[in-house]
């Protein structure tokens, strides 16, 4: 049935439920909440899954899910689809009727239309099991916690790809019209560690500072040139890169605190700079902070690695998009410096993310993912929808040959 007329298949399909799917969407973005307090979202999930006769197993810590589709025998693919579920800690400022009716909390990285994509994909995708015409299983696995990060690890701990072949997500881009996949071979999003540098001298009066150490004056040097000896120590076709986002020292204008700190982020795209990032940026710090007298201790907290996409995997992505989306629709996406914990998963198995273009095309709006006023085109739900389902049997057809390469293997 579906190798033949997939698209006409999906076409049926989306005609009886797209206006289901921009209705859950629209639901779960009045109702958000943040990594591992999804109760709700992932109440509403499970309840429509088993509607229509399927089976999710929540996940042991009580929000989030994974539901297999198809029977598989032990030589049948198993090919993964992941949706992250979780809102931000940000205001809603958009004028919609579906607007957060919870304070400070939003869907602002579209994690409710990758979710809204998922559920659609896995009726679509349990349809076509019923009749028969699924050749191999499917999981998908509806991810808490994206955002703080840790949630893929909960995945991972629950077994959820023990047993996968290939792995595949996608995620919103606001600056990519509706319509068009942005794909890439390689890292697509960057590693995202937090750095907090914590600052001590004696402290004193600001009409002498040779007799202290000018703390203000050293955190200021520590800032401005641990990114700059950074961008001369380090190759950048790795793009590491420090940014900065909170700085704080002293109470008043005419003393000298004798503490202050700064934190940032680092961010990387290639996986041996940023393995050596910490050791790096202590020596760094070191010897500004001893230049001005005072001691400076770095705190280096690991948060997510690159996501590096697997050749095979990419390709099947921009088939499935030529099949079911027609052959304009794949971009070539650019490196992006933000964290996406779907990287986890692909230190394991092979598998892609791909950018869903979400943009109203010849909209003059420009904002961006993790901004109070993010929304999308809701077209995109069923351009999700479609590249899901076909990536999905696309990867299942050529399943024999997935369980050969190794994570990676296939990167330049
Ligand atoms: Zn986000
Ligand atoms: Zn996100």
Request: hydrophobic content about 45%.
């Amino acid at each position: 049935m579906l190798e033949h007329d997939l698209e006409g298949e999906l076409d049926a399909f989306l005609a009886g439920h797209q206006a289901e799917l921009i209705d859950f969407r629209r639901d779960l973005h009045a109702h958000p909440e943040i990594g591992y307090h999804e109760y709700r979202t992932t109440r509403r999930i499970a309840l429509r899954l088993e509607a229509a006769g399927l089976r999710p197993s929540i996940l042991p810590k009580g929000t989030g899910m994974m539901v297999d589709i198809g029977a598989s025998s032990s030589d049948e693919p198993v090919v993964a689809l992941r949706a992250d579920i979780d809102a931000l800690p940000i205001g809603d400022e958009k004028t919609v009727p579906y607007r957060s009716t919870t304070a400070n909390t939003c869907h602002a990285c579209g994690h409710d239309v990758h979710t809204a994509i998922l559920l659609g994909t896995g009726l679509f995708l349990a349809r076509a099991a019923a009749a028969g015409a699924l050749p191999g299983k499917v999981r998908l696995i509806f991810q808490p916690a994206e955002e703080v990060p840790g949630g893929a690890l909960d995945v991972l701990a629950a077994g959820g790809i023990a047993s996968v072949d290939r792995i595949f997500a996608l995620h919103c881009d606001p600056r990519l019209d509706v319509g068009k996949i942005g794909t890439r071979t390689g890292p697509i999003t960057a590693a995202c560690d937090k750095i907090v540098v914590k600052v001590t001298g004696p402290g004193g009066h600001t009409a002498r500072p040779h007799l202290t150490a000018d703390l203000v004056f050293a955190l200021g040097k520590i800032i401005t040139e641990l990114p700059a000896a950074l961008s001369r120590r380090v190759d950048p076709r790795s793009s590491l890169s420090l940014v900065w986002g909170r700085v704080s020292a002293g109470t008043a204008a005419n003393a000298i605190p004798d503490d202050g700190v700064v934190e940032g982020t680092v961010r990387c795209l290639d996986d041996s700079a940023w393995h050596a990032a910490p050791d790096l940026l202590k020596a760094l710090l070191d010897s500004v902070a001893s230049a001005y007298g005072v001691m400076a201790d770095l705190v280096y907290t690991r948060n997510v690695p690159p996501t590096v996409n697997e050749a095979a995997s990419t390709a099947m992505i921009e088939a499935a998009a030529d099949r079911v989306l027609g052959p304009d629709a794949i971009t070539h996406a650019p490196q992006s410096l933000g964290g996406e914990d779907f990287a986890w998963y692909l230190e394991s198995i092979p598998g892609a993310l791909a950018r869903l273009g979400t943009r109203t095309p010849g909209s003059t709006e420009d904002f961006d993912i993790h901004q109070p006023k993010f929304n999308v085109d809701e077209r995109a739900i069923g351009i999700g929808v479609r590249l899901m389902a076909a990536t999905a049997l696309s990867a299942m057809c050529t399943g024999a040959t997935a369980r050969e390469p190794m994570p990676g293997a296939a990167l330049a």
